[in-house]
């Protein structure tokens, strides 16, 4: 960009600048959330409860894109197939057949808790710099 400009491209140069600060910002955001919910399914497969099952249900966490455009990216976390249906008993705990309570151990929130601040930082110096570190 030229250091001085006349009246007439003002306009333009001003649009200029805001376009490219929404495409580095929203490439940034991109990359940031992908990592943030790649780093996630990481930690909720490293902490998840481990049974004496054949097929653990650790391996069917994951993740996906639920929505992608030029304003932004939507992720969601997830776990697949029937083992879905653990995933609030083993977070919060449960009554066993003997009578006794497994207590659960929140390795979701934990997950959470270790992965958002990180997140939310990053994102607010890509917001105050206009781009991506990452």
Not at 3 to 14: F, G, P, R, V
Not at 45 to 63: F, L
Not at 118 to 126: F, P
């Amino acid at each position: 960009m030229k250091n001085s400009i006349k009246i007439d491209e003002l306009n333009s140069a001003i649009m200029d600048s805001l376009e490219t600060y929404h495409r580095d910002t929203v490439t940034g955001l991109k990359k940031i959330t992908n990592k943030g919910m790649k780093d996630l399914v990481s930690n909720t497969k490293a902490t998840a409860p481990v049974g004496n099952r054949s097929k653990h249900y650790k391996d069917s966490i994951t993740s996906k894109t639920q929505s992608e455009s030029s304003f932004g990216i939507s992720k969601l976390w997830y776990v697949k197939g029937p083992d879905y249906r653990l995933s609030h008993l083993l977070n919060n705990g449960h009554a066993l057949r003997d009578g006794g309570r497994y207590p659960g151990t929140n390795f979701i929130g934990n997950a959470v808790d270790a992965i958002v601040p990180q997140y939310i930082s990053q994102v607010e110096e890509l917001l105050r710099n206009g781009k991506g570190n990452s």
